[in-house]
């Protein structure tokens, strides 16, 4: 099947645990790419959710920096500290920029992630997290795969992720064309939400801005509610 592209330009919507720092001990310091590749590799050395892997797969020009608080740190983390199970257009080498057209879909996609990870541990119930959304104005060209379930099922399976990890791999690491810059596709944990996945640092706009923050909560048998919370001044 040819392949399709299509232009996104609009704002997405992307969910982190609040406990993971927006600014990174690199951001405003160091702006040459190749200082921050050596950085990054000594922050391996110590830091276990960084896989050094990952930075060799960074060409140079993907090494991004930008002034204080604009969110190049918070980029560079999505795509160095990989799970190492992977995301759907994601392996375990190299992470990607996972977001979402509305925030309910960037929810609904990590309430069923951080749900299916605490339901793996006998002590994961009850539980709480607070999340943090992080807005971006996307503008980049993305392989098209929405309104393909029926054609390409196997992009779409519920929790096996074989199969789109080996098509974005192909698209992400061509052998005889130009990298891709990433894939838009229809949500699985949400009918008519809309993900996108970026496969590299440069292709997501600066500066990444913070939204909303929510709490997630789940009972003893592991039912979830989400809640926004709100600063109220004194």
Known sequence: MELRRARIRRLTHRMIASKYPTIGVFEDIISDAGDLRVAFMLEALTNDRLAAQGISLLPNE???????????????AAFLHADETGGRFTDGRLGGWYASFEVKTAIAE????????????????????????LIVDVNTVLIDVRSLQRDRPELYMDADYSAPQAFASELRWPKSASPENGVVYDSVRRPKGTNVCIFWPSKVP???IQGDHFEYHWDSAGVSTVVKLTNVAL
């Open 62 to 76: 993907e090494i991004i920096s930008g002034p204080d608080g604009a969110g190049a740190s918070i980029v560079m």
């Open 110 to 133: 990590t309430l069923y992630h951080n749900t299916r990870r605490l339901r793996m541990s006998a002590g994961g119930f009850p539980n709480r997290i607070q999340i943090r959304e």
């Open 206 to 208: 600066l500066p990444v």
